[in-house]
């Protein structure tokens, strides 16, 4: 994404613009403070925010 957040989760599903549906999705936020977690049970995420795709990713160490 854009700004320093990664999203991990599983692809349920997306369009031509790589708008995707993640379902099981934990956030992963840095902040000067550290990082923040947060988990969502799905969303939508707007393919204009994404830098990157990494399938079977485990995303970063908690």
């Not at 599903?13 to 995707?20: L, Q, R």
């Not at 393919?47 to 079977?56: D, K, L, Q, R, Y």
Request: aromatic share 6%; charged share 20%; glycine share 12%.
């Amino acid at each position: 994404m854009k700004n320093d957040k990664e999203m991990v989760g599983t692809l349920l599903g997306f369009d031509g613009y790589v708008n995707m549906v993640l379902i099981d999705v934990t956030e992963f936020e840095f902040t000067s403070q550290g990082k923040r977690i947060t988990k969502l049970s799905h969303i939508l995420l707007n393919g204009s925010n994404i830098a990157m795709m990494v399938p079977g990713g485990e995303g970063p160490e908690i």
